[in-house]
C-alpha cells in the first residue's frame, strides 16, 4: 500500500531530502529428493530519509513507518548531513535533477495461491523429474518469490511507487557417471506473480524434459580442450559477461575508484557488432525482467547506452557521479531494502541483437565450442574474468558434436569484445540474478548469443 503524506515529509526542508517507504515481501519453498526440507517467509520493511549538504550525506532509517518515525528519520539525516558538511563538506553546486513521477503496479490481479497449493504445484515438478530421468543421485527445487514495493518522494518533486513482484523456479538434477556426480540447472520464471508466471505443473513439462535430456548428453560428455578457442556463448552466457564484466566497470562510482574503464571513453573497446545497454522498464518493445521507472534518488530513469557499435559512449550514474562527469544522471541509484542507501545499480544490462542466425554461427566454427549456461564465477575492474560453465557442445566441422562437461571460459572483456565476429539475431532475458555489489539486489540480464575467441579452461 502506498505510504501516504511521505512527499509532505521531504519538501518543507531546506536542504535537498529524499524520503522512502519500502516492504520487501519474500517467500522460498524447497524440495530435496521429493521432500519439502524449507516453506517459510519474511517481511523487511521500514522508512528512511537521506539529506545532502555541500557534497557530503546523511541517512537514517527505522522499522516504523509511522508519520513520527519518518520525521525522526528527517531530523536525524539533516543532523548528521550538517555535521559531517561541517567536518567534511566541500564547495558543491546542486545536484542534477529530473524528478520522477508515477504509480507502476505489476502485481497479480488474479486470487494468489495458498502455500499448500504451491507446495503441491512444487512436489507436481519433482514427480516429474524422478519419471524423466530414471536413476537420478538427487532433485534439488526450489521456489523463490520477491516483492518489492516502494514509495519514494524528494524534495526537488519526485513522487512515486511502485511494486515489483518476481517468481522463480529452480530445478537441479544430479546424475553418478563415471565415479562421479553430474549435475545441471534450469530456472524458470521471471518478472511477475506467481499466477501470471505460472499456470499448470504441466506447461514446464516440456522444459523439465529438456534439462533431463541435456543432463543425460553431458553424463556422456568430454572434456573442453584447455587454449584459446572459437567459441559461441549463448545469451545466459553472453548476459553474464556484459553484467559482471563490462557492466561493473562501468557504473560511474567503479570508474572513480579506478576501473578499467575511465582511460576508455570515447575510444573502441569491442567490434563494431557490438552495442550494449543498461535499460531501464522496456527493451526492443518488451518489459525488461527488473523495469525500474524511478530510481530510489527520484530520478527519472532513463536508459544508458553504454557500447554503442564498439565504441564505449556512456557510464552508469546517479545523481552525484553525473554531477562530477558533467553528465546526465541515468536513474541507476538503487537500494535493496529500507535500510539500505541507494548506490549506483544495473538494472537490465544486454548486447543488442545482430544480424545472424545461431545456425550460421555454429556452421562458420570448424573447430570450437557452443556454451549454454554459466555457472558462478567472478570479474574484477580491469574486466578480466572466469565464468565457469555447466552446458555446452563441441562444435566440429560447423556442427554441434558432443556435450561438453564442466569447464571454464576466461579473458579481458574488452579485448575478448575486440574478437566478436557474429552477433545472433535472437536475444533472450533472465531474470534470476541477484547483483551482490554491497547489497544484494534484484537485476536483469541478457542479449543474443555472440561468436568471439576466449580462454577455455579443460583438460588436456
Known amino acids: 500500500m502506498k505510504h501516504s503524506g511521505l512527499a509532505d515529509s521531504a519538501r518543507p526542508f531546506a536542504e535537498y531530502t529524499e524520503v522512502r517507504s519500502q516492504e520487501n515481501r519474500s517467500s522460498q519453498i524447497s524440495l530435496l529428493n ?12 521500514g522508512v528512511s530519509a537521506r539529506v545532502h549538504k555541500n557534497g557530503v550525506w546523511g ?8 508519520r513520527a518515525a519518518l520525521r525522526s528519520c528527517v531530523e536525524r539525516a539533516t543532523a548528521n548531513a550538517l555535521f559531517l558538511a561541517s567536518k567534511e563538506g566541500r ?3 546542486l545536484l542534477p535533477s529530473r524528478p520522477g513521477t508515477g504509480d507502476h503496479d505489476l502485481a497479480s490481479g488474479s486470487p494468489g495461491r495458498s502455500k499448500s497449493e504451491l507446495v503441491e504445484f512444487m512436489r507436481d515438478l519433482d514427480a516429474h523429474c ?43 538434477l544430479t546424475l553418478a557417471a563415471r565415479g562421479e556426480p553430474i549435475e545441471l540447472y534450469d530456472v524458470f520464471g521471471g518478472l511477475g506473480s506467481f499466477e501470471d508466471v505460472f499456470s499448470e505443473p504441466s506447461a514446464l513439462y516440456g522444459r523439465l524434459d529438456l534439462l533431463a535430456e541435456r543432463l543425460r548428453q553431458k553424463a556422456r560428455g568430454v572434456y573442453a580442450k584447455p587454449g584459446t578457442h572459437d567459441v559461441i556463448l549463448d545469451a545466459d552466457l553472453a548476459g553474464i559477461l556484459a553484467h559482471e564484466a563490462i557492466g561493473h566497470t562501468v557504473e560511474a562510482d567503479l570508474v572513480l575508484g579506478g576501473s578499467v574503464a575511465a582511460d576508455y571513453l570515447g575510444q573502441p573497446v569491442a567490434s ?10 522496456d527493451a526492443l518493445g518488451r518489459r525488461c525482467p527488473v523495469p525500474v521507472w524511478v530510481d530510489d534518488e527520484g530520478i527519472e530513469a532513463r536508459d544508458a547506452v553504454i557500447i554503442d557499435r564498439g565504441v564505449l559512449s556512456s557510464y552508469m550514474h546517479n545523481k ?11 536513474g541507476n541509484a538503487r537500494a535493496y531494502g529500507f535500510s539500505d542507501e541507494p548506490i549506483i545499480r544495473m538494472r537490465n544490462t544486454a548486447i543488442l541483437p545482430g544480424q545472424s542466425s545461431l545456425e550460421d554461427m555454429i556452421a562458420g566454427v570448424d573447430r570450437g565450442y557452443y556454451f549454454l549456461r ?40 574488452f579485448d575478448v569484445l575486440k574478437t566478436v565476429s557474429a552477433v545472433s539475431r535472437d536475444m533472450s532475458w533472465t531474470a534470476a540474478g541477484m547483483c551482490g555489489k554491497k547489497q544484494s539486489i534484484p537485476v536483469g540480464m541478457g542479449g543474443p548469443a555472440i561468436r568471439c575467441r576466449m580462454n577455455v579452461g579443460g583438460r588436456a
Open 374 to 413: 554459466p555457472s558462478n564465477g567472478q570479474a574484477d575492474s580491469t574486466s578480466e574474468f572466469m565464468f565457469g560453465v555447466t552446458m555446452g557442445y563441441e562444435i566440429r566441422g560447423g556442427k554441434l558434436g558432443p556435450a561438453v562437461r564442466d569447464c571454464t571460459v576466461s579473458g579481458v572483456a
Open 91 to 93: 564547495d558543491a553546486g
Open 59 to 66: 541517512f537514517a532509517s527505522s522499522p516504523e513507518k509511522d
Open 34 to 45: 521429493g521432500d519439502v526440507v524449507s516453506n517459510g517467509s519474511g517481511t523487511q520493511s
Open 272 to 281: 563494431p557488432l557490438i552495442s550494449l545497454t543498461d535499460f531501464a522498464n
Open 320 to 330: 552525484e557521479s553525473a554531477a562530477h562527469f558533467g553528465a546526465e544522471p541515468t
Open 130 to 172: 524422478a519419471k524423466s530421468l530414471p536413476g537420478l543421485a538427487s532433485r534439488s527445487l526450489g521456489l523463490s518469490r520477491l516483492d518489492m514495493e516502494k514509495t519514494l518522494a524528494t524534495s526537488d518533486g519526485a513522487d512515486s511507487w511502485s511494486l515489483i513482484p518476481r517468481t522463480l523456479i529452480f530445478v537441479s
